[in-house]
């Protein structure tokens, strides 16, 4: 499971600059659309909650990007005792939070399926 996350992370890596640039303009995109004076004649807006939908991945892509990529591995090399307790100890960790990824991506796709109403 973590050499799953850890690949995908390091092809999706490439593009951390653009999730970047798509979360600031989905911030700006929500930000406008709170501005904006509420008139009873105009229905609510669909950008806000598709802006916002599309910020909750953003933010879960840029979460799998800063965390699963540097995952230690275990090699056969010799190392001592104490470095390979540290490096279980860091993997246990890292399965802790992909269980907590894995977790956060479900409760969004419900979030995802129960907000846009598909």
């Known amino acids: ?16 600059k653009l999730i970047y640039l798509a979360m600031v303009l989905l911030v ?4 406008t659309q709170l501005l904006q004076i509420p008139s009873p004649a105009k229905p609510s807006n669909a950008f806000s909650i598709l802006s916002l939908v599309g910020l909750i991945w953003l933010l879960l892509f840029n979460i799998l990007l800063s965390t699963f990529h540097n995952i230690p591995r275990v090699d056969g090399e010799k190392k001592g005792r104490l470095a ?12 802790f939070l992909a269980i907590l990824f894995i977790g956060l991506t479900l409760v969004i796709v419900f979030l995802s399926v129960r907000m846009l109403r598909i």
Request: charged fraction near 25%; charge should be positive; proline fraction near 3%.
């Open 1 to 16: 499971m973590l050499e799953i996350l850890a690949k995908l992370s390091g092809k999706l890596l490439p593009f951390r």
């Open 84 to 95: 390979l307790v540290k490096i279980k100890v860091k993997r246990c960790f890292y399965h």
């Open 28 to 31: 700006g995109v929500i930000i």
